[in-house]
């Protein structure tokens, strides 16, 4: 009964290969974000989808690519990935942030070789 | 300046001491403050909000500034479980909400 859960946790994969992760939530949120946390352990946001729609793109690059197809699902489809996108990236889900804390999943942690 | 800014440490405390966090923030329209902890490889989780007129959690208590854009954490009578990163968090609304982190503080409760 994992409240936010993604997969896989664990990505190694080749240089301009395409990859996705996968996130859903159980807690009925309305709003889902993908952060990346880099080598040096800094958690920057990437989206936020609020009900399905992007509400927050923090001038990601375009390989990346968020989806949802309802809103306790998020997707991030990664095109021709590069060296430098190895990170950990953590899905989470809130109910707004004015009134409550955001959950987060476990997170997957990719490397690209 | 970055918009949230930690001492990233590290505190290596003996068992049993106090120790005091501090982080500051760029945007005074900043709407709510959180305290995260992260242990090593996981994911975060939130700690504790942090109100004006302060809040206290059995050992741990929050203090928000907003007038000197300041928040701080303090931890009493440390134990080796409160070994983690804390991570100071900002919540921005502009009408879009999201969380900003600081870099994290990280703590290691020695034996």
Redesign the interface.
């Known amino acids: 009964d994992t409240a936010v859960s993604q997969t896989p946790k664990y990505l190694v994969t080749q240089m301009g290969n395409d990859k996705s992760i996968k996130c859903e939530q159980n807690l009925g949120h309305d ?1 889902m ?1 993908w952060y990346k946390q880099d080598s ?6 990437m989206f ?1 989808y609020n009900n399905k729609e992007l ?2 793109n923090e001038t990601v690059p375009n390989r990346f690519s968020p989806k949802s197809p309802d809103k306790a699902h998020l997707n991030l489809h990664i095109n021709s990935l590069e060296l430098g996108d190895s990170a950990v990236y ?1 899905c ?1 889900s ?1 109910q ?3 009134r409550g ?2 959950f ?4 997957t942690r990719l490397t690209v070789v | 300046r970055k918009e949230v800014e930690q001492d990233p440490g590290p505190f290596n405390v003996p068992e049993g001491a106090t120790v005091a966090f501090n982080c500051t923030y760029s945007n005074s329209a900043s ?2 403050f ?1 305290w995260y902890r992260q242990d090593c490889r ?5 700690l504790m ?1 942090v109100y004006s007129s302060g809040n206290e959690d059995g050992r741990f208590t929050a203090q928000l500034n907003r007038a000197s854009q300041y928040i701080s954490l303090l931890i009493r009578d440390s134990k080796l479980s409160d070994s983690a ?1 804390y ?1 100071c968090v900002v ?1 921005l ?1 502009f009408g ?6 600081g ?2 503080t990280r703590l290691t409760i020695i034996p």
């Open positions: 709003t974000y040096k352990k800094f958690l920057k946001i936020s509400i927050i953590f989470a809130s707004g942030l004015t804390e955001a987060f999943g476990q997170g | 709407q709510s959180f996981k994911e975060p989780k939130l909000s990163t991570l919540n609304n879009n909400e999201k969380l900003t982190f870099t994290g």
